[in-house]
């Protein structure tokens, strides 16, 4: 199983411009004290030249003490077989030179109903064997109402990079969802939204999917909220791997009801 999933990562890799293997594209390096709720999934490199050392898969964001909630689309890096052999660590608390306070064996998966006439819903949750807080990770402050057009917005991450390289991230706004509903992606009204500026050089990566969108609220206590999850970029066209501006995300306000009926309060 991981011979396949590195024939995953690596196939995956050469379908991207080299540059959105890394992280964040063009984005800058930001205070991790502010993104405690931030959730690295690790996972061994499919790469010959980084001998096997460990690099981030995917990201995640904490929304309580042992749920981690990512994209559906990153599977293969939590797969029932991964599971078994107790193989899916995720790293907390991420600190400013890139180190983690602690890293978490993930015990179960949770995947969210599916409505049929639905495009696909990119969502997954982890379950932690331990208390992130414990280890000073926080729980995020969950935006309970769809993000309103215009909003500002920032999006962290740490692309495909090995340990030790710091988190970074890129600002950007909600933008109208004609610039993510295109045929050559799957985008759902009911549940995505999409973010973008236009004529915009930042970007996410691969490595990226799954993390974490915040709402920008300079003027609370409380200046991040956590709104939406990495789902994917849109393509420019149908041939080429070139993308638009644009990123799609899973609306977290959307999963409520099944949040809810795993006895997680969104509020």
């Not at 049929?116 to 000073?136: C, K, M, P």
């Not at 950007?172 to 993510?180: F, M």
């Not at 501006?245 to 309060?265: D, F, K, P, Q």
């Amino acid at each position: 199983m991981r011979y396949f999933v590195n024939i995953l990562l690596l196939s995956m890799f050469f379908a991207f411009p080299k540059n959105s293997a890394y992280a964040i594209i063009n984005g800058h390096v930001v205070d991790s004290e502010d993104f405690k709720s931030y959730v690295s999934i690790r996972t061994e490199s499919p790469f010959p030249s980084h001998s096997g050392a460990e690099l981030n898969g995917c990201g995640g964001t904490l929304i309580a003490p042992r749920y981690v909630l990512t994209a559906f689309h990153c599977r293969g890096l939590f797969s029932d077989d991964r599971l078994e052999k107790g193989s899916v660590i995720v790293g907390i608390n991420i600190q400013k030179d890139g180190t983690f306070q602690k890293k978490i064996e993930v015990i179960r998966v949770h995947y969210p109903p599916m409505p049929l006439d639905h495009e696909r819903l990119d969502a997954a949750i982890l379950v932690l064997r331990s208390d992130a807080t414990f280890y000073g990770a926080k729980v995020a402050d969950i935006f309970v109402e769809s993000p309103p057009l215009g909003a500002h917005t920032v999006t962290v991450g740490l692309g495909q990079a090995l340990s030790g390289v710091s988190l970074e991230g890129y600002n950007s706004e909600v933008a109208s969802q004609r610039y993510c509903d295109s045929d050559r992606v799957d985008f759902d009204e009911r549940h995505d939204f999409c973010v973008g500026v236009k004529g915009s050089s930042q970007r996410t990566g691969f490595g990226d999917s799954g993390g974490p969108l915040y709402l920008k609220h300079p003027n609370e206590k409380k200046r991040f909220k956590y709104v939406g999850i990495v789902k994917g970029g849109v393509k420019a066209s149908t041939h080429g791997v070139e993308e638009t501006e644009y990123i799609r995300y899973t609306n977290v306000a959307a999963l409520a009801e099944w949040l809810e009926s795993l006895g997680l309060t969104v509020d």
